[in-house]
Nanobody
Framework: QVQLVDSGGGLVQSGGSLRLSCAAS????????VGWYRQAPGKQRELVAR???????NYADSVKGRFTISRDNAKSTVYLQMNSLKPEDTAVYYC????????????WGQGTQVTVSS
């Protein structure tokens, strides 16, 4: 059974930092593209950052220079270090793992709430 368990969200003041973690089980984690998405109330889910099996990364323009995604294949875990947080970063953050060549191998975490107060 595949599981992605998101954690690390919380309430932080503007300018603060949080680190999100997503621990995966039931998949060969090192082979997967993993990433973080977020969904704010009334908005569509959007890509925040992702990292390939080879370590290449890409980020949404709105978080470049503030957020850093990383992975630890030995721990089957992906991280999102979020610095200089802004109120507009407030959302539920979801971890995703997928194999690009296989559309059915696409998994989501349960989400973790990030709230940034002004």
């Amino acid at each position: 059974q595949v599981q992605l368990v998101d954690s690390g969200g919380g309430l932080v003041q503007s300018g603060g930092s949080l680190r999100l973690s997503c621990a995966a089980s039931g998949i060969t984690f090192s082979q997967y593209v993993v990433g973080w998405y977020r969904q704010a109330p009334g908005k569509q889910r959007e890509l925040v950052a992702r990292i390939t099996s080879g370590g290449s990364t890409n980020y949404a323009d709105s978080v470049k220079g503030r957020f850093t995604i990383s992975r630890d294949n030995a721990k089957s875990t992906v991280y999102l270090q979020m610095n200089s947080l802004k109120p507009e970063d407030t959302a539920v953050y979801y971890c995703n793992a997928h194999l690009p060549a296989f559309t059915t191998l696409d998994y989501w975490g349960q989400g973790t709430q990030v709230t940034v107060s002004s």
